[in-house]
């Protein structure tokens, strides 16, 4: 069954750091994603990694901050954010794409998604 779930969600000060983690069942051989909706704001890419977890894509407003990875032995993917702003504040979801293994910073390329944890940095 293919499901997505998201954790290491929380509220914490700037400067300060998270890595939230994403259970990708049913997901094996596909790349990751990691996207984040602020209030009154659209989805927006944060960082990709492609299949073999050799590849990786990072949105220009967190590189040098964010970084993903993966274990694929565990299903597991992981975005570690650092050096955390107020701005940075938002729901972070997991994504998955269908079936390829190419990295993509489009919303629509991506099929399936998590529910969803909340990030939370205040100044």
């Known amino acids: 069954q293919d499901q997505l779930v998201e954790s290491g969600g929380g509220s914490v000060q700037a400067g300060d750091s998270l890595r939230l983690s994403c259970v990708a069942s049913g997901r094996a051989g596909v790349a990751m994603g990691w996207f984040r909706q602020a209030p009154g704001k659209e989805r927006e890419f944060q960082a990709a990694i492609t299949a073999n977890g050799l590849g990786t894509s990072t949105a220009d407003s967190v590189k040098g901050r964010f970084t993903i990875s993966r274990d694929n032995a565990k299903n597991m993917v992981f975005l570690q954010m650092n050096s955390l702003k107020p701005e940075d504040t938002a729901v972070y979801y997991c994504?998955?794409?269908?079936?390829?293994?190419?990295?993509?910073?489009?919303?629509?390329?991506?099929?399936?998604w998590g529910q969803g944890t909340q990030v939370t940095v205040s100044s």
């Open positions: 994504a998955a794409r269908g079936r390829s293994p190419i990295v993509s910073r489009a919303l629509r390329d991506y099929d399936y």
